[in-house]
């Protein structure tokens, strides 16, 4: 099916319904909107309606100053503010804001991801993440740290949901870590990081 009969010839949805999508792929459109990522493996449906409709949402995308990214490897797809314009345009999407310990884990986990090997699925265990952590305790107390760290687990699987359970008290790390951080953030964050790492163990 082309995008030409994914958008045309369509049932409206309701009484004066005007859009041009069908059901399938407004739902990803929406779902792209809502983030953090579509990911193929756990929404199927949306999936196939993206990728046979990808070039009218991504439309709808461009219409609200995004682009759309695909992976089509892991089979996710996520919507960011357009880059390379010299226009100073607005932003449609959610920003979280990251805590410290927040920004660590996901550096943490994006170490484990790139030096998988390109296994196809990265499997880590709670205890594996928190011991590479451990060097930013700072002057917490070890209840305090722990809570911190608990609470940014349940952010990693809930919120940004780049940790998928696997388990016996295992998770599987998303290849959508890769897109959280970019290289040039990972490298200032890399140095800053370790600089604090290294004030705590002197």
Known sequence: MNDDEMTTGR??????????????????????????????GQQPQLWVA??????????????????????????FAFARKVRGSDRDLPSALRTER????????????????????????????????YERLAVYRDGDDEATFTRNLNGAWGRMMNRFRVLHGAGEGRVEVSPMVKFM??????????????????????
């Open 50 to 75: 993206l990728r046979a409709d990808e070039t009218a949402i991504r439309s709808r995308l461009h219409d609200l100053f995004l682009d759309l990214v695909v992976d089509d490897v892991d089979e």
């Open 11 to 40: 049932d409206p949805l309701w009484p004066g319904d005007s859009g041009t999508l069908h059901e399938q792929s407004r739902r990803a459109l929406l779902e792209l909107l809502k983030g953090p990522y579509l990911s193929g």
């Open 98 to 129: 990251l805590t410290f310990i927040d920004t660590a884990m996901l550096l943490v986990l994006r170490q484990l991801l790139l030096a998988s090997g390109g296994e196809r699925r990265v499997i880590v265990g709670q205890d594996e993440v």
């Open 181 to 202: 951080i970019d290289d040039e953030q990972v490298r200032a964050l890399t140095a800053v990081y370790r600089r604090i790492a290294g004030e705590e163990q002197a």
